[in-house]
T-cell receptor, first 112, second 110 residues
Framework: DTAVSQTPKYLVTQMGNDKSIKCEQN?????MYWYKQDSKKFLKIMFS???????INETVPNRFSPKSPDKAHLNLHINSLELGDSAVYFC???????????FGAGTRLSVL | TQLLEQSPQFLSIQEGENLTVYCNSS?????LQWYRQEPGEGPVLLVT?????EVKKLKRLTFQFGDARKDSSLHITAAQPGDTGLYLC??????????FGKGNQVVVIP
C-alpha cells in the first residue's frame, strides 16, 4: 500500500525522558512534514523538509530535533519531555511544498 | 501569513438533516483544500477547489469556492453518522506553507 506510516501509534512516557517518533513514506514525495495537533484540534506545522533539507522550522523548542536520513524518512526526536508536549503528532508528505498533504495516522504522545 | 477562519467550530445534528460549514478569509487563495479527519486518524483530502465560483460534488457533499476565492463552503445533504469528523480547510499561505483553519467539528447523531 502506498502510504505515510508513522510509529508508534501511542507513546506514554514520564516527564524528562527522551523519545523518538519515526515516519516513512513510499509515495516518492520530495517533501515531508511534522505537525502537532493539540487538544483543541488545531493542526500546527512544526517542520518541513524538502529533499532532506530543512525548509520550515516554526517556533519549536530546540528539544525537538527532526532528522531526515533520506527523502523517504523523517524522524522526530524529543529531548527532556514536558507535560505540554502531550499532543497528537502527525507526519505528512506532499509532492510540492504547498501541495496536497498525505497524513500518517498520528502518534498520540502522553507525558505523565 | 494568510488566515482561514472556519465556522461553526462545532455542529451536532440528527441523521438525515442537512448542514453547511464555512471557511473564510480576508485573503485571496489560488486554491483551497478540504480534509476530513475521523477520530484516531489523520486528515484525508476530500477535494481541491481552484476556480472562483467552482462547485464540486462528492456523493452527498457539495463544495463551493467563492467567486472572489476568499471563502469556501461545504454542504452535506442527508447527513449520516459516517460523516462525523473534523473538517479542515487549507490553502497556500505563502512562504512555502499550507495554512490550515481550526476546523469544523461535525457530529451526526443516529
Amino acid at each position: 500500500d502506498t502510504a505515510v506510516s508513522q510509529t508508534p501509534k501511542y507513546l506514554v512516557t514520564q516527564m524528562g525522558n527522551d523519545k523518538s517518533i519515526k515516519c516513512e513514506q513510499n509515495l516518492g514525495h520530495d517533501t515531508m512534514y511534522w505537525y502537532k495537533q493539540d487538544s483543541k484540534k488545531f493542526l500546527k506545522i512544526m517542520f518541513s523538509y524538502n529533499n532532506k533539507e530543512l525548509i520550515i522550522n516554526e517556533t519549536v523548542p530546540n528539544r525537538f530535533s527532526p532528522k531526515s536520513p533520506d527523502k523517504a524518512h523523517l524522524n522526530l526526536h524529543i529531548n527532556s519531555l514536558e507535560l505540554g508536549d502531550s499532543a497528537v503528532y502527525f507526519c505528512a508528505s506532499s509532492q510540492v511544498l504547498e501541495g496536497t498533504r498525505l497524513f500518517g495516522a498520528g502518534t498520540r504522545l502522553s507525558v505523565l | 501569513t494568510q488566515l482561514l477562519e472556519q465556522s461553526p467550530q462545532f455542529l451536532s445534528i440528527q441523521e438525515g438533516e442537512n448542514l453547511t460549514v464555512y471557511c473564510n478569509s480576508s485573503s485571496v487563495f489560488s486554491s483551497l483544500q478540504w480534509y476530513r479527519q475521523e477520530p484516531g486518524e489523520g486528515p484525508v483530502l476530500l477535494v481541491t477547489v481552484v476556480t472562483g465560483g467552482e462547485v464540486k460534488k462528492l456523493k452527498r457533499l457539495t463544495f463551493q469556492f467563492g467567486d472572489a476565492r476568499k471563502d469556501s463552503s461545504l454542504h452535506i445533504t442527508a447527513a449520516q453518522p459516517g460523516d462525523t469528523g473534523l473538517y479542515l480547510c487549507a490553502g497556500p499561505g505563502g512562504n512555502n506553507r499550507l495554512a490550515f483553519g481550526k476546523g469544523n467539528q461535525v457530529v451526526v447523531i443516529p
